[in-house]
């Protein structure tokens, strides 16, 4: 069973920036996609960033598009999400997913508006908490 251990978060004024960490925790990993999802309070988790494991091809929520970043480094199972111009609608939970070897690209989808999170049956971090405040 895959763990998602994550690092990052924390609390930030905004206009800020913060980066998030997520690391893959199985041998030879081979999930189509990797990604964060996040969950304000009171309402359900949605899709933030995704990026593809092989060929990088990235999917943002249109809320994030130009603020935050997504890379990859397979050679160890690590996620980066860098944030920037942070708003406090910004502030939630955020969760790092990733598809389960030989799955995917499911969590692209889910970024993408195409699929729900319970649909994609990923790997899921334990979440890292993001503050914002005005």
């Known amino acids: 069973q895959a763990q998602l251990v994550e690092s990052g978060g924390g609390s930030v004024q905004a206009g800020g920036s913060l980066r998030l960490s997520c690391a893959v925790s199985?041998?030879?990993?081979?999930?189509?996609?990797m990604g964060w999802l996040r969950q304000p309070p009171g309402k359900e988790r949605e899709g933030v960033a995704a990026?593809?494991?092989?060929?990088?091809?990235?999917t943002y929520a249109d809320s994030v598009q130009g603020r935050f970043t997504i890379s990859r480094d397979n050679a160890k199972n690590t996620v980066h999400l860098q944030m920037n111009s942070l708003k406090p609608e910004d502030a939630a939970m955020y969760y790092c997913?990733?598809?389960?070897?030989?799955?995917?690209?499911?969590?692209?989808?889910?970024?993408?508006?195409?699929?729900?999170?319970?649909?994609?049956?990923?790997?899921w971090g334990q979440g890292t908490q993001v503050t914002v405040s005005s």
């Open positions: 997913a990733a598809d389960r070897s030989g799955w995917g690209p499911r969590i692209c989808q889910v970024v993408a508006g195409t699929g729900s999170p319970q649909w994609a049956n990923a790997h």
């Open positions: 199985l041998y030879s990993y081979t999930g189509g996609c």
């Open positions: 990026i593809t494991v092989h060929g990088g091809r990235t």
